[in-house]
């Protein structure tokens, strides 16, 4: 045992030389110590079989160390931790050598990450996942640190290392898992990775739940981008749960709150805009299958195109399929990956958490008529208003004017769900308002002409839109008092027309029943122009400012 005496005395000397920072032979020191304690250890390991892997483990544990104080390139690190790594994997269940392992992986690959060699860092990353599966199915605390090694005690007498090391290194490893792959641009492995090492940091309670409740958020708008929606929602609603739970017991310490507040309300504030993307985004995929269902079904192209469209039409021809099919309701609109949810809806939840009744408020579903558009419109209302009261024109211009043009596109797709012509106009009215509110505000600065010239777009659109809702309007009270009362008698209808006849031919001929007909006619055809012209806008959407701006189509 001189050998192990010898190893831990050196070993007590490196650690003594790095704490001290200001000795200016400090580095000299500590490079020939750290040689000199690797001699010892090849010795170690040669003339004692029986603790050959124990000095693999302590020779694992210098190089780390050394990478971490030594004054080297990245390149000559990454050989270094290669060549360890190399040498403890055929060991690496071994009880000495199954932590240092991971950690000596775990910097090997931030190196390589920072070198962009990140096909080898994935490639490294992907091959330890069975050994992850293998530890958790080994004791928990059967492994030691290489740290604790470095004495003469025998093995049966060191300390185990505490699991929750172990499971924080493995959770750090899955997390650089799923940054390679959002590298990658690998959007199915990204979202899998990245929801794993969340989940475990939730059971571990790693970090501060601020923290991870903004991590989460930032995880859900991705989901929204992705059309996974269901998935979006359950983990907003997680960070909503975390956040709103550690905001109420901070309330409990004033001091500690005082502290927190303005971060509390910025977590919020990016929340709220996370909440508002993903409404936003229900009713765009709502609206599109919709229309997508219409002008894709063979019969829509045979009917009569006198016949003025109604959302009881839409809802004949395109809401009543079976509820969409239980493929749809799971998977809305995966237009992204072509995919959606690839992977089964569970996979992706935090069983430690309880969200039913937060989840059960939250809409998610396509819409498929006016209540359950008027209850999404008042979700995502609310929580606009929210970030929308946080800023001002003056200081926040950029925030106000997203948020506003946020406001304007919610009244239209709440309008394009709506049956009632009185209900549409009051609502495009409320549109109409927002951006007449706003374009006031942009009269007086010149940064955002281009900004401008887009919410008069709108505007234009939106006057459009009501004076077509004012002609049908006029049309319906028009229909009903020139519409002939079939009880009338017939004598007296036909003295009428008698009564016509020192009138022109045309005159003659446009008697009551055939000046309805005509009018009938003449609704019909403006109403199918104005939609066409406004579909045609819609679907066609070319620049970014145009997202907000989509026109509303097949309202009545």
Request: proline fraction near 2%.
């Given at each position: 045992m001189e050998v192990l005496s010898r190893i831990s005395t050196t070993f007590e000397n490196i650690k003594n030389t790095i704490k001290n920072r200001n000795s200016s032979e400090r580095l000299m020191t500590l490079k020939k110590d750290i040689?000199?304690?690797?001699?010892e250890l090849v010795t170690f390991g040669k003339e004692n079989h029986?603790?050959?892997v124990r000095s693999l483990a302590m020779e694992g544990y210098i190089t780390l160390l050394s990478v971490k104080t030594m004054p080297i390139s990245l390149s000559d690190k990454r050989n270094v931790l290669q060549d360890a790594f190399e040498k403890l994997r055929q060991f690496e269940l071994r009880e000495e050598c199954l932590f240092i392992l991971l950690r000596i992986q775990n910097l090997l690959c931030y190196y390589l990450i920072q070198l962009d060699q990140v096909n080898m860092a994935k490639n490294i990353l992907e091959s330890m996942e069975d050994l992850y599966e293998k530890i958790s199915k080994s004791p928990s605390d059967n492994f030691y640190d290489a740290e604790d090694l470095f004495t003469t005690e025998p093995l049966s007498k060191i300390?185990?290392?505490n699991p929750e090391k172990i499971d924080k290194v493995i959770t750090n490893n899955v997390q650089m898992q799923a940054f390679l792959y959002n590298k990658l641009n690998m959007p199915e492995k990204y979202t899998l990775y990245n929801h794993t090492a969340l989940r475990r940091q939730l059971e571990m309670k790693e970090g501060t739940p601020q923290d991870w409740a903004m991590r989460t958020?930032?995880?859900?708008?991705?989901?929204?981008?992705?059309?996974?929606l269901g998935n979006a929602r359950h983990h907003l609603s997680a960070a909503y749960h975390v956040l709103r739970t550690c905001h109420d017991n901070c309330k409990l310490m004033p001091e500690e709150f005082v502290l927190q507040k303005a971060d509390f309300?910025?977590?919020f504030l990016e929340l709220s805009h996370h909440w508002v993307k993903y409404g936003l985004t229900l009713f765009k995929l709502s609206k599109k299958k919709v229309l997508n269902r219409y002008?894709?079904?063979?019969?829509?192209?045979k009917a009569n195109l006198w016949k003025t469209v109604t959302m009881n039409d839409l809802d004949e021809n395109v809401v009543n399929v079976e509820k969409y099919d239980d493929d749809n309701v799971k998977d809305v609109g995966a237009e992204k990956n072509g995919k959606g949810d690839c992977v089964a809806e569970k996979i992706f939840t935090f069983p430690t958490l309880d969200l039913n009744a937060l989840e059960s408020r939250v809409p998610s579903e396509i819409i498929c008529d006016i209540e359950a558009a008027r209850r999404l419109f008042a979700f995502t209302h609310k929580w606009l208003m929210r970030a929308k009261h946080y800023y001002d024109f003056e200081h926040h211009a950029a925030q106000y004017i997203s948020c506003s043009l946020q406001l304007a596109e919610l009244y239209e797709h709440l309008a394009f769900f709506e049956k009632n012509i009185d209900n549409q106009y009051n609502i495009q009215k409320r549109r109409a308002d927002v951006l007449e509110a706003l374009n006031s505000l942009l009269k007086n600065c010149d940064s955002v002409m281009s900004v401008q010239i887009d919410v008069i777009k709108e505007l234009s659109q939106v006057q459009l839109e009501l004076m077509a809702l004012n002609l049908q309007k006029l049309w319906r009270e028009e229909s009903q008092t020139n519409i002939i009362n079939l009880d009338a008698d017939a004598d007296s209808i036909i003295n009428s027309l008698d009564s016509e006849s020192n009138k022109t031919?045309?005159?003659?001929?446009?008697?009551?029943t055939s000046k309805n007909m005509f009018l009938r006619k003449m609704q019909a055809a403006t109403l199918l122009n104005g939609k066409l012209f406004r579909l045609s806008g819609q679907l066609e959407t070319k620049t970014p400012s145009q997202l907000s701006f989509g026109t509303d189509v097949f309202k009545n």
């Open positions: 040689q000199i304690l690797n001699t029986d603790q050959y300390k185990r290392v958020a930032r995880l859900g708008n991705y989901f929204t981008y992705l059309n996974q309300e910025m977590h002008f894709s079904n063979p019969t829509t192209t031919l045309t005159e003659k001929t446009l008697n009551t």
